[in-house]
C-alpha cells in the first residue's frame, strides 16, 4: 500500500520560507508517476501548487511559480516543497500526493503563516 | 487556463434520497488519446481528499455503487443514488487532460443532510 506523510514547520514567519518534505513508503518513486503537492487554505477548496518527476522535471502553478520550488530525492524515496516569501494568505493545509492519477494522498500538515 | 464550474456549491439533503452535482469545464477534457481525464473527489470532514472516479465514470476500489459519474466534453455529473450519512462531505471535480501545466479543482460541493 502506497503511503506519504507530510513533515514540516507548522509555523513560519511572514517573507520567510516554507520547506516541507514528503516521504513516500510502498512504492519506489523512481519506479515512476510525478509527485506533488496541493494546498487548501482553511475552509476553502483545493489549489494544486506543482509536481515533479523522479528525473528532477518539475511543473508549477503559474499562480505561484515564481516561489515555490519542488526537489526529489530518490536515495531517500521522498520529494519536497519549498515556498518563498509566504504571507498569512499562504496558510493553508499542505497535502503531498502520487499525481496524474491522485489516487494517493498524504494526510495533510496545517502550516501556519504568522510572527 | 481551464476553470471547472461545479454546482450547486451547497447541497442539503435527505437521507435516503438521491444526490446530483454538475460540473462543467471550460474547455474541452477528451485527451488527444481519445480519454477523458475527468476525476470526483471527496472530503470528509477533517480528512484528506479521496478519489472516487476516475476518467469520467470508472470508481475506484471500495467506493460504494450508489457513486455513479457521467458525462462527456466539458459537461460531467457525480449521482450519489441514496444518500448516506457517510456521504456528507465535499466533492470535487478535477481535470488532468490539461496537464501540463495544471491540474484544476472545482471549487467544491457541500453536501449536507437536511
Known amino acids: 500500500q502506497v503511503q506519504l506523510q507530510e513533515s514540516g514547520p507548522g509555523l513560519v514567519k511572514p517573507s520567510e520560507t516554507l520547506s516541507l518534505t514528503c516521504a513516500v513508503s510502498g512504492y519506489s518513486i523512481s519506479s515512476g508517476y510525478y509527485w506533488g503537492w496541493i494546498r487548501q487554505p482553511p475552509g476553502k477548496g483545493l489549489e494544486w501548487i506543482g509536481s515533479?518527476?523522479?528525473?528532477?522535471?518539475?511543473y508549477y502553478n503559474p499562480s505561484l511559480k515564481s516561489r515555490v520550488t519542488i526537489s526529489v530525492d530518490t536515495s531517500k524515496n521522498q520529494f519536497s516543497l519549498k515556498l518563498s516569501s509566504v504571507t498569512a494568505a499562504d496558510t493553508a493545509v499542505y497535502y503531498c500526493a502520487r499525481v496524474q492519477d491522485f489516487d494517493y494522498w498524504g494526510q495533510g500538515t496545517l502550516v501556519t503563516v504568522s510572527s | 487556463d481551464v476553470v471547472m464550474t461545479q454546482s450547486p456549491l451547497s447541497l442539503p439533503v435527505t437521507l435516503g434520497q438521491p444526490a446530483s452535482i454538475s460540473c462543467r469545464s471550460s474547455q474541452s477534457l477528451v485527451y488527444s488519446d481519445g480519454n477523458t481525464y475527468l476525476n470526483w473527489f471527496q472530503q470528509r470532514p477533517g480528512q484528506s481528499p479521496r478519489r472516487l472516479i476516475y476518467?469520467?465514470?470508472n470508481r475506484d476500489s471500495g467506493v460504494p455503487d450508489r457513486f455513479s459519474g457521467s458525462g462527456s466534453g466539458t459537461d460531467f455529473t457525480l449521482k450519489i443514488s441514496r444518500v448516506e450519512a457517510e456521504d456528507v462531505g465535499v466533492y470535487y471535480c478535477?481535470?488532468?487532460?490539461?496537464?501540463?501545466?495544471?491540474?484544476?479543482f472545482g471549487q467544491g460541493t457541500k453536501v449536507e443532510i437536511k
Open positions: 478535477m481535470q488532468g487532460t490539461h496537464w501540463p501545466p495544471s491540474w484544476t
Open positions: 515533479i518527476y523522479h528525473s528532477g522535471s518539475t
Open positions: 476518467k469520467v465514470s
